[in-house]
């Protein structure tokens, strides 16, 4: 239904919100990437395909950037805190297993980032469909699990405290003022 009806943007009043809309934001890009990199392959890196590489870089740099600094700066230490104590362990396992994550599409991300600036530049073909796929199944696997256990974490544990305080962070990370 998220596709028929999209909900509207979140405000930094609700961060878990805003973490969720991020992720169809990134899967949306995913896809791009995808589309990208079929296009290349029949057409070359014309304007069509230089213009929307330059979007996604400015996306993933950005955007995709703050969120996982969200996670891992805001999220991660504030589940930490408020999980009841007899899910501490299975808390520290989800959050290694996200943060080992994080590491890998980073790095998926620097290689990408690479074939992505080089399609922008119109300069070769390397942004092929096999790497778009590869780089676009690691970020639904990581965000497969975000949603069907972090998010759902985080709405059960976390307080209004911690989510004004989280929200706060994010707004300020973003350059954005917030009532906290």
């Known amino acids: 239904m998220k596709a028929l009806f999209p909900s509207p943007a979140a405000g930094f009043d609700h961060p878990?919100?805003?973490?969720?809309?991020?992720?169809?934001?990134?899967?949306?890009?995913?896809?791009?990437?995808?589309r990208i990199a079929a296009h290349v392959a029949s057409k070359g890196p014309d304007e069509e395909a230089r213009t929307a590489a330059a979007g996604v870089i400015r996306y993933f740099d950005t955007a995709g950037a703050n969120h996982h600094r969200d996670e891992e700066q805001d999220l991660f230490p504030a589940l930490q805190?408020?999980?009841?104590?007899?899910?501490?362990?299975?808390?520290?396992?989800?959050?290694?297993?996200?943060?080992?994550?994080?590491?890998?599409?980073?790095?998926?991300?620097?290689?990408?980032?690479?074939?992505?600036?080089?399609?922008?530049?119109?300069?070769?073909?390397?942004?092929?469909?096999?790497?778009?796929?590869?780089?676009?199944a690691a970020y639904k696997h990581h965000i497969a699990l975000e949603e069907a256990e972090l998010l759902p974490l985080a709405r059960r544990v976390l307080d209004e405290r911690l989510l004004k305080v989280l929200g706060g962070s994010m707004a300020r990370r973003r350059g954005v003022a917030h009532a906290a």
């Open 16 to 34: 878990i919100e805003i973490l969720d809309g991020c992720h169809e934001r990134i899967l949306r890009n995913c896809e791009l990437v995808e």
């Open 81 to 136: 805190h408020s999980a009841p104590s007899a899910e501490l362990n299975a808390v520290f396992a989800l959050i290694f297993r996200l943060r080992t994550d994080h590491k890998n599409l980073d790095a998926l991300w620097s290689d990408m980032r690479r074939r992505l600036a080089a399609v922008a530049e119109g300069r070769d073909r390397e942004l092929t469909p096999a790497a778009a796929r590869h780089f676009a």
